[in-house]
């Protein structure tokens, strides 16, 4: 009897003890600082190298704007970084979420600080964690001045009245949330003429990684970098993200710098349309079309990086239909 006696309240401490985190974490988290004090001068040059990275290199639109899933690739279908471009739980998320409106209308009330504090740490205006489907924990490792630049070009985007739902994480996500935001680590921007560091840079902005590894509750499983098999679920099936090391196989091993390029290029000229799918037809969520407009240069500098990356052998099958 004294036993169980002393089990009750080791158990009630120990439950005790977990409310009391669980106050802390929602109450006191996250804590990366205040938004800082700066005022961004938005200068020619940076809203044009803004525009080329938001648009093609770190794709802030390609969540940011409204995407016709009817053809290939989702291209940008309008809304200019309206948002509303929804991540939910028939996708496999832990809740429901929206990438918000960022055009004056939704930003219109928030200072520069605040924006670039949301993007490199991941924190809002109010102080609420964002989920990393947005990708400040690499956008916090990037040049400031490359930050100061896309958010002079998001500044300068036209006014698009979209009101975006709230996003809505599931228990315990809505506690653990708070604990993923992070300070940044900025640093700066390799020269160009340095490839291996220069594509590893772009391959952080970029996000490749994120996308083609496997994943487990949003994280990246160590060991799997650039090897395939995230899973994108969608009413029709499953389509998986493929091997981007150099794996001989199952990789792009056998791949020339000029046929990596190319494979993006191809969605460059302006007379490509995407073409419309087939009803049930899985679709790619890589934004071809976006990033087909990056610097030749740039892609090359990314091959380099990728041929530094651990091969390996993953045979990664792209699509399953249900």
């Not at 109450?27 to 020619?44: E, Q, S, Y």
């Not at 802030?60 to 309206?82: N, V």
């Not at 220069?198 to 994120?210: E, F, P, Q, R, S």
């Not at 969520?285 to 993953?314: C, H, Q, R």
């Amino acid at each position: 009897m004294k036993a169980l006696k002393v089990m009750g309240k080791v158990i009630a401490g120990l439950a005790v003890l977990l409310v009391l985190a669980m106050v802390y974490v929602k109450v006191f988290l996250p804590d990366t600082g205040p938004a800082p004090d700066m005022k961004i001068k938005r200068t020619a040059a940076r809203i044009e190298r803004g525009k080329y990275l938001a648009n093609h290199v770190t794709v802030c639109m390609d969540c940011h704007s409204s995407r016709d899933w009817t053809r290939y690739a989702g291209p940008l279908a309008g809304g200019f970084g309206g948002g509303g471009e929804a991540f939910t739980k028939d996708m496999g998320f832990p809740g429901n979420f929206y990438a918000p409106n960022i055009t004056s209308y939704g930003l219109g009330d928030w200072t520069d600080g605040e924006i670039y504090r949301a993007v490199t740490t991941g924190v809002n205006k109010s102080g609420k964690a964002l989920f990393p489907v947005m990708a400040y924990h690499r956008f916090g490792q990037l040049d400031q001045e490359d930050i100061f630049s896309v958010i002079s070009y998001i500044r300068e985007l036209p006014e698009v009245k979209n009101d975006v739902p709230e996003s809505e994480a599931d228990f315990p996500v809505n506690f653990l949330i708070n604990t993923m935001p992070q300070p940044a680590s900025l640093t700066k921007r390799p020269s160009e003429k340095d490839q291996i560091a220069y594509g590893k840079y772009l391959i952080t902005a970029t996000g490749c990684v994120d996308c083609h590894s496997k994943t487990e509750k949003g994280s990246v499983i160590a060991g799997t970098e650039f090897g395939g098999g995230m899973e994108f679920a969608s009413p029709h099936g499953v389509t998986r993200s493929p091997n981007i090391t150099m794996h001989k196989k199952t990789g792009i091993g056998n791949w020339t710098k000029e046929a990596f390029v190319a494979r993006f290029k191809a969605y460059a000229d302006s007379s490509y349309v995407s073409p419309i799918l087939a009803r049930g037809e899985l679709n790619t969520p890589m934004p071809w079309t976006m990033y087909s407009g990056m610097k030749e240069d740039d892609l090359g500098a990314i091959f380099a990086y990728l041929n530094t990356v651990k091969p390996i052998e993953n045979q990664v099958v792209r699509m399953e239909k249900r």
